[in-house]
């Protein structure tokens, strides 16, 4: 038994059918689909911004990398380094300042 869909087409309906004339995009008379790809070179950016970016990393780099060598005399028996996290005593020291841990509430303000 044969079904609508499989019903072969009758020479009526052939002539019924609408074509359509396609081109392809990508040939070469009509040039390629897509646009060449342009290379991407990095560009100097300056400005006020940027140099102030700049002079403001080195700074606080610069605290980073040297504030290990501070020193600081606390008296006899403390550590004489300026910053120091004591871990194994659990204290923070940062210049004249001592925190313990019930105290970690005071560290933004530091």
């Known amino acids: 038994m044969q079904t609508a869909a499989h019903k072969p087409a009758s020479p009526d309906a052939i002539d019924s059918i609408e074509t359509v004339d ?6 070469r008379v009509t040039g390629a ?3 060449k790809r342009e290379k991407i070179f990095p560009r100097r950016v300056r400005g006020t911004f940027r140099s102030l970016k700049w ?8 605290v980073y990398y040297l504030a290990p060598w501070l020193r600081w005399d606390r008296g006899p028996g403390a550590p004489d380094q300026a910053i120091l996290i004591d871990l194994p005593a659990r204290r923070f020291y940062f210049f004249f300042i001592e925190l313990w841990p019930q105290e970690i509430y005071y560290t933004p303000l530091t």
């Open 33 to 35: 689909l897509y646009k």
């Open 55 to 62: 002079a403001v990393m080195t700074v606080t780099l610069a």
């Open 22 to 27: 396609v081109k392809a995009l990508n040939t």
